[in-house]
């Protein structure tokens, strides 16, 4: 596991959000999502930016498997938003990438 794949799986998954955002922001019915959604892009691109700014430490095992998990469940957001699938499972997924952005950078700073 190199820096360049964490910045780049982090890169993805803030582009990924921004890429879709306004067809996502559309589909909220409420401010509740529509706030979880625009918040979940703001902590998506201070990853990318946390990132891109500090030296990572990639020799942790675990970074492995956080990074292929995030490349997957990135896969599975494309198909969701694809399929126009349910926005609350959606809006779920997204945060649960966030969340897996967070475990990578807490093992690379």
């Known amino acids: ?3 360049d794949d964490i910045i780049d799986a982090l890169q993805r998954q803030k582009q990924q959000i921004e890429e879709h955002l306004p067809e996502l ?3 909220c019915q409420n401010d509740a999502e529509r706030l979880a959604l625009k918040g979940a892009y703001t902590r998506a691109t201070q ?3 946390d990132a891109v700014n ?3 430490r990639t020799n942790n095992p675990l970074l492995d498997k ?3 998990d995030l490349r997957t469940l990135q896969d599975e957001i494309a198909g969701m938003i694809a399929r126009a699938d349910d926005l609350g499972a959606l809006l779920n997924k997204i945060a649960t990438g966030i969340t897996i952005g967070s475990k990578i950078l807490m093992l690379v700073k």
């Open 25 to 27: 922001l559309s589909r």
């Open 66 to 68: 956080l990074v292929g």
């Open 47 to 49: 990853q990318w930016n």
């Open 54 to 56: 500090q030296a990572l």
């Open 1 to 3: 596991m190199t820096s």
